[in-house]
């Protein structure tokens, strides 16, 4: 089932300036990830995982070379492309959250989908469903302040994936979690892209976490040190 | 995004931070207010000199006189030309003119039983005293066939006095009751004067001429309110007795009376008085009208328009810089935030709308509340400041209000102000829009 290709990557390079120094964070990269595939970008701090995972969603332009998602060419795109780009075919879920503290839950996941110009009603519905899924039904108003850490990280689960995007990245989704919190989070989110037939890409430096992928790349330095085919996750 | 969604989280956010929100309005409602204040003092000053105009006479009539040449320094090229008949049917065809009268003045004593009272003598042309705004007070204007018929000027009555008393050094009102009284009018202006003695000087004999008033001017117009009006054709066969009486020299007379002395151009609109004042200027004669007091005071109220509206400008400026400062601090509250809604998709351009409307809605507010602000501010003065427009010179005769804001400068006010806070929300919102999402998202 998997054939397609959907994320191509082909020679990408980047270079920070940093005074006069030269940093190379992305070394020449190239990869594919198909069409409902789970990846896992694995690699210590500093190794430029999530330089490759902001390339991917057209959050960094890179130095050189190309980024083609669903036949786009990522790295030509303006700005007003990548907002409508991000807006239709991209979730994001953050180590960090990144929910927007003054507004509750519901308004939370809602938010991406006022952009798209989803009128209210439909789009409260759609927000309180994905809550309800996630497991946060009752507390679709509560604030982010008002939750716990694991609680905060479904919303922002809900988020990514409220707008049923084709693509869903996750950096460091569980770093700021516990190891029980960290398990549950895990099969939320990679339940919710089976269900939907969405491509995960997981950006990670926490080897309990990579056997969630159907594809684990070890980055090390810029490169890919190594591709693992998870056996055991197999075809589910 | 759609803007019901704008809207509503725009407003969202201004009440998010209500004290600066708050604060900001209130810079912005100073300067409105500021503006609308003291441009409306200048409407009313505008107001007050029409008012005062007006009562000096009718704004759309122009008076036409002979011009003499030889006074110019010009030389005997300039015309000198003739005020006659034919110029009257010549000014009446000037477009725009709807009524034209000969005026013919002379003047004399009415005598009322001991009183007496010196006047000018007008003469009309009956049949268009009401073209020309003569506002009747009491019985009726002229009417042509009225003969010794008369109209008096609305304040003649306070112009009788008894001569024979004022003179023994007493002063008493005149009791006269200008529409039943019995009166004549004559030429002898030593008439009700004691007679010095010796005196042996030997007077013309004038003759007394029996007149009827059918009525009495409105009072309140310094034009019309000192001296007579009568039939011109009677008050010209009155100067023809009284020359013969003082047995002037014909010929030099009748000279002079190739012409008329003055004429009473109407003209329909007070927007063409100017080009009509102009055509007969150009045909060789002197004309003038109030207009060219008023175009004098509209000079003038504009300046001083411009000055007030300057000083209210100044504090509209520093409320538009109050905006910017508090959009832009803003911005930089709400990095994090701008950051997540650019990574969950959102525009550019909603990024920027989002802004703008913020920085408009803080001016309308402004400018709204401001608006409200003025007109208590207007009323105030106009309430408080009539003792004190007293005091400086203005007739309590006539409700004069030192403060008038007309309707346009409402909307124009909150446009104004909107305007304000769009152009003062502009650099913030490119910033805004102009923030990388990345490093956005990344500040705490």
Known sequence: ?236 | MNSIDLIRMGIKNLWRRKLRTFLTVLGVIIGTSSIIVMLSLGFGMQEAFQNQLSRMGSLTIINVHRRYGGYDGMGSSSQEALLDDKALAKFKKIPHVRAVTPIVETYGVIINGRYTAHTSLKGIDPSVMEEFDFKIGEGRLLEPGDDFGVVFGGGMKYNFYDEQAMARGRYEEAKVDLMKDRMFFTFDTSQGMPTMPGENIERPRYTDYKIKTVGILEEGNYETDWGIYAPISTVERMIKEKERAEGNNRNQRASARQGYERVMVKVDDIDHVQDVQQRIKDEGYDAYSLNDYLDEMKRFSKIAQALLGGIGAVSLLVAAIGITNTMVMSIYERTKEIGIMKVIGASLRDIKRLFLFESAMIGLLGGSLGVIFSFGLSFAINKFGANFGGYIGFDGGVETKISIIPVWLIFAAMGFSALIGIISGYYPARRAMKLSALDAIRTE
């Open chain 1, 1 to 236: 089932m998997l054939l397609e290709d959907l994320i191509v990557l082909n020679k990408v390079r980047k270079v920070y300036r940093m005074g006069d120094e030269k940093i190379v964070a992305l070394n020449d990269i190239s990869l594919s990830i198909k069409k409902g595939e789970f990846v896992c970008l694995l690699g210590p701090s500093g190794s430029g995982k999530s330089t490759l995972l902001n390339m991917m969603a057209g959050l960094e332009k890179p130095t050189r070379g190309e980024i083609i998602i669903g036949n786009k060419h990522i790295e030509k795109m303006n700005e007003k492309q990548l907002a409508q780009f991000r807006q239709l075919n991209i979730g994001f879920v953050f180590q960090s959250f990144n929910l927007i503290p003054t507004l509750t839950a519901l308004e939370n996941v809602s938010l991406g989908l006022t952009f798209r110009g989803i009128p209210k009603r439909k789009r409260e519905k759609m927000a309180k469903e994905m809550l309800e899924a996630v497991g946060l039904g009752d507390r679709l108003r509560h604030k982010p302040s008002e939750m716990s850490g694991g609680q905060q990280q479904r919303v922002s689960i809900a988020r990514a994936f409220v707008g049923n995007p084709k693509i869903v990245f996750a950096d460091e989704p569980t770093g700021n979690l516990d190891t029980k919190t960290t398990m549950e989070v895990m099969d939320l989110i990679t339940s919710m892209a089976r269900e939907n037939k969405q491509t995960l890409v997981i950006v990670t430096h926490d080897v309990e976490i990579a056997p969630y992928g159907h594809r684990i790349f070890y980055i090390r330095d810029g490169s890919i040190e190594k591709i693992v085919e998870n056996k055991m996750k197999g075809d589910t």
